[in-house]
């Protein structure tokens, strides 16, 4: 892989195309978000939602500045 943004970009995009089918356009609409999850292991703890405690915890943050 490259350390170029346009040589990591190319990598990236045929992982994409060849892991999950993504055309060219598709890829370059996705953020990088988008593709790390679509990539992900579904079955991984890795990425585990947050639990209640924790949304009430970044709720009453949010709230309290």
Excluded: K, Y
Aim: proline share 8%; net charge negative; hydrophobic share 40%.
């Amino acid at each position: 892989m490259s350390d170029t943004f346009g040589g990591q970009a190319r990598s990236l995009a045929a992982i994409a195309g060849v892991r999950i089918g993504w055309a060219p356009q598709t890829f370059w609409d996705a953020t990088p978000s988008e593709l790390v999850m679509t990539l992900a292991n579904p079955m991984s703890t890795d990425h585990a939602p947050p639990s209640r405690q924790i949304i009430q915890d970044m709720i009453e943050r949010e709230q309290n500045g």
